[in-house]
C-alpha cells in the first residue's frame, strides 16, 4: 500500500513539475458567458490556485472554456509556464499582469486579439509567439516585459497600438513576413526585422 501511495505522489509531482497538470475548476471563479445574445461558454477569472505551472481546462462542467476574463492571473508572481486551450478565443485586459515569472506561454491560433496590458510586467518572458488568428495587439499589451528578446508576429495582424512594446528593453528586432503590416509598424518604431 506504501508503495502504491509512493507511485501517485510521484507521478504526481512528476505531472506538475515538468509539464503542467490541467487546473482544477475549483480553482477559477467562472460564468457562462454570451457573445451577442448566444451562450458560447465560461469565462474564468480570478484565479485561486498556487501551482506554478497550469494548463487551463478547456471544459469546465461540460462547457466550453472560451474566454480569460480581464486580470485573471494578474498579479501571480510564481506562475512560470501556462498553456491556453484553443477553445479560448477572447483573453482579457491585464490577464497575464505581473506575472513576473512567466517564461514560457502557449496561445492558441483560436485566439483573434491581444489586448491592452495583456502581458504587461511580465518581465521574466524572454520569447512568443504570435498565432495566426490575432489580427491586433493592443496598447501596452508588453509594457514592461524587460526580458523579452523575441516576438514573431505574423502577416494577420494589422493593427499593433500606441505603446504595445514599451520598456522592452532588449527587443532590438522583430519576426516578420515581408510586405506585412507588421513589417512596416517595427521599421517606423525603430526595430530591426527578421523575415520568416
Known amino acids: 500500500m506504501k508503495k502504491k501511495t509512493l507511485i501517485v505522489v510521484v507521478a504526481l509531482f512528476i505531472c506538475v513539475m515538468a ?71 477572447s483573453i482579457g485586459e491585464r490577464a497575464f499582469s505581473g506575472c513576473s515569472s512567466l517564461t514560457s506561454i502557449t496561445i492558441p491560433d483560436s485566439v483573434t486579439s491581444i489586448r491592452d496590458r495583456t502581458f504587461s510586467d511580465c518581465s521574466s518572458l524572454t520569447s512568443i509567439t504570435i498565432p495566426d488568428s490575432v489580427t491586433s495587439i493592443g496598447r501596452w499589451a508588453f509594457v514592461g516585459c524587460t526580458s523579452l528578446t523575441s516576438i514573431t508576429i505574423p502577416n ?5 497600438e500606441e505603446s504595445a512594446f514599451n520598456v522592452c528593453n532588449n527587443l532590438k528586432t522583430i519576426t516578420v513576413k515581408k510586405g506585412s503590416y507588421a513589417e512596416s509598424w517595427a521599421k517606423d518604431n525603430g526595430y530591426g526585422v527578421i523575415y520568416y
Open 156 to 160: 494577420s495582424v494589422t493593427n499593433i
Open 19 to 89: 509539464v503542467g497538470c490541467t487546473a482544477p475548476a475549483s480553482d477559477f471563479h467562472y460564468w457562462n458567458a454570451y457573445e451577442n445574445g448566444e451562450f458560447i461558454g465560461v469565462s474564468i477569472g480570478n484565479y485561486q490556485g498556487s501551482d506554478t505551472v497550469i494548463v487551463i481546462p478547456a471544459k469546465i462542467d461540460r462547457k466550453k472554456v472560451a474566454s480569460i476574463w480581464d486580470s485573471a492571473f494578474s498579479g501571480c508572481s510564481s506562475l512560470t509556464s501556462i498553456t491556453i486551450p484553443d477553445s479560448v478565443t
